[in-house]
């Protein structure tokens, strides 16, 4: 078990990545750090991904030079889906970001409990 | 004939096309060719199912050049063609009632942008519905979120700016969850459509080999899911969203996103991982418990609201409940009681929320009970459609909602495992009186007689809102009184999907 953690570090690392952009954006009560938090969940995601295409001693997959032996390149499926990714994830950043300008306008704070006892208080 | 094998890629891209069309266009305009693009998709949609329908045999359409293991598909059968057309009248019915209100909350100027983002999630509901390839499926989940963002947090007010923010952390969690998953299942099996999916996921079980992480795939992906869609631990965006939001907006998103979602899960079972492995796991014990906390739960937090449109909301999340109950008994009827209530709650509380918005109209625009005194008599209409769909909830013979009730509890007496049919039974029963509670205290209120004061409508008259209410009214009693038809439609589409 232990080995095989070892063995496919990267894929470890992405998971580990992945929990601590998960727990950041579930719990931490700052919104840019939520944000944050949710880019470190994505990119450990696309890590994950590449990690999988990746076979070892292979070129990234360029035509060059003419040589077409399907051998000689990775797999470029995972790194098509890390592109379509990254542009989900560029999108969904940036509809964040202005939700959190907005908030700041109108309740002058960046923390989402102090926010929301302030909605509260004011409906009173 | 042929040519209607066209028309599914041809309604998602109407609708995206015209989104980005509508964005330049003036209030009145969008609002023209968003309602006109979402009726021709109606009607191209009833196309495709009669077509699927006389044919009895599903299709395969090819997106681009490249054949099955590499390029991108769209697939439509019975249950496709079926789900399309309802969720393309049900969001025709929903902007149509909540339009007047729409003009009221949104300035005029930017009035355009809701008819923008109407039209994404008309594409990303459609996406969903008709997609064979699971990145397709995850990219329309991204942007059904940021649409349904878009909708809650259109008004501009505090309360819809952090209700929107709240949904967006959830989804957001929820989206990470489902890409995990989705990226664990295609080093698994190598595919990405789901047919070449559920061919590798059948050797791969045949095997043995890498059970743990097939299981935790399935898992990540059905608790995304059902984080989406507000399964009851999860629940905790709702409630601010369905209220904070224009009408419409609640319509769409309780009878459209949510279900969206959860018919998507339900095509990754049948499709993607296949009904003899899933029904194996118990992955569905888990959502079966939830459902079943959440029937209890979301009514009893309803019981305590003392605002219409909260009570409203609450109670979607015990309807959600049942429907991840239905799923969780692992049979081909819980199944099919599930899809079936996925439309009968669709046509209810799209209706509850339009009517509870033209209840508030004539109330001062508050949903709070003392304002909404008698209610009922000042619009007639959004009171009647209120008892209708009270009745729907609770369980009222002629009523969508009863006929779903009848086959859960049959799904659940069928059900394999004596404990899930006994906690099933009881469930159902208790949340009856539940939400006849707080279904009859509402309707107590509005009905309430008035004294002294002048009886009858106001005045303005909403005749747009009269209107959607009627349809939904007869859709409802449509779907409670010719329940055979629908349920043999739905059962030959379930077939087909496996």
Not at chain 1, 19 to 48: E, P, Q, S
Not at chain 1, 85 to 98: D, E, P, Q
Not at chain 2, 462 to 491: C, I, P
Request: hydrophobic letters at 50%.
């Amino acid at each position: 078990m232990g080995a095989n953690l070892f063995h496919n570090y990267y894929e470890t690392v992405a998971v580990i990545l992945f929990g601590i952009g998960f727990t950041t954006l579930l719990l931490h009560r700052n919104m840019i750090k939520k944000i944050i938090g949710l880019n470190i969940m994505d990119t450990a995601v696309y890590l994950f991904l590449a990690a999988k295409g990746y076979i070892e001693g292979r070129m990234a997959p360029i035509v060059v030079n003419g040589i077409q032996k399907q051998e000689a390149y990775i797999n470029p499926i995972p790194s098509g889906l890390v592109l379509t990714g990254i542009v989900v994830s560029v999108s969904v950043t940036a509809v964040m970001l202005a939700l959190t300008i907005r908030l700041y306008r109108r309740y002058g704070s960046l923390d989402v409990d102090e926010i929301s006892m302030k909605a509260k208080k004011e409906e009173r | 004939m042929e040519f209607i094998r066209n028309l599914p890629f041809i309604g998602i891209f109407l609708c995206m096309s015209t989104g980005v069309i509508n964005s330049v266009l003036d209030g009145k305009w969008a609002k023209k060719v968003s309602f006109t693009v979402i009726t021709a998709n109606l009607f191209m949609s009833i196309l495709v199912l009669y077509y699927v329908w006389q044919t009895k045999q599903s299709y395969i359409y090819v997106m681009g050049h490249h054949p099955a293991p590499w390029g991108n598909e769209i697939r439509f059968g019975i249950l496709e063609g079926a789900f399309a057309t309802f969720f393309c009248l049900i969001m025709l019915l929903s902007v149509l009632g909540g339009v007047k209100r729409l003009e009221e909350d949104i300035s005029e100027k930017r009035s355009n942008l809701y008819y923008v983002l109407v039209n994404l999630l008309m594409a990303a509901i459609l996406a969903l519905t008709y997609t064979n390839d699971l990145f397709t499926a995850y990219v329309f989940v991204e942007i059904m979120t940021i649409g349904a963002c878009g909708i809650i947090v259109i008004r501009g007010e505090g309360r819809s700016l952090l209700a929107s923010v709240k949904y967006m952390i959830m989804s957001l969690l929820g989206s990470g969850l489902i890409l995990i998953g989705l990226t664990l299942i295609y080093d698994l099996t190598g595919h990405l459509l789901m047919s070449n999916i559920q061919e590798a996921a059948q050797q791969l079980v045949k095997s043995g080999q890498y059970q743990v992480p097939f299981t935790s795939a399935i898992a990540l992906i059905s608790v995304g899911l059902a984080m989406k869609s507000a399964l009851f631990p999860f629940h905790s965006w709702l409630p601010d969203a369905y209220t904070y939001a224009t009408s419409a907006s609640s319509a769409i998103l309780s009878s459209l996103v949510s279900k969206a979602y959860i018919f998507l899960l339900i095509k990754i079972y049948y499709r993607v991982i296949g009904l003899s492995i899933i029904f194996q796991n118990k992955i569905l014990n888990i959502l079966f418990l939830f459902g079943i906390a959440g029937m209890i739960f979301g009514s009893l937090s309803a019981i305590r609201q003392d605002d219409l449109k909260k009570m409203i909301a609450y109670s979607s999340v015990a309807q959600i409940g049942y429907i991840y109950m239905g799923i969780g008994l692992g049979t081909t009827a819980g199944m099919l009681a599930a899809v079936f209530h996925i439309m009968s709650h669709a046509a209810s509380k799209s209706m509850m929320f339009l009517s509870a918005s033209g209840l508030s109209q004539v109330s001062g625009r508050s949903c709070n009970y003392r304002k909404l005194i008698g209610a009922a008599h000042r619009n007639r209409i959004a009171g009647f459609a209120f008892l209708v769909g009270a009745f729907s909830m609770v369980g009222i013979p002629m009523t969508a909602g009863y006929i779903s009730k009848v086959y859960f509890a049959q799904a659940a007496i069928q059900a394999p495992y004596q404990f899930k049919m006994i906690i099933t039974v009881i469930t159902l029963g208790i949340s009856t009186i539940l939400n006849a509670v707080y279904f009859i205290r509402a309707l107590i209120v509005i009905y309430q007689p008035l004294k002294g004061q002048k009886q009858g409508a106001d005045g303005r008259r909403d005749f747009r809102m009269a209107v959607a209410l009627w349809a939904l009214v007869v859709t409802n009693l449509f779907l409670g009184m010719h329940s055979d038809a629908v349920v043999d439609l739905l059962r030959a589409g379930l077939r087909m999907f496996c």
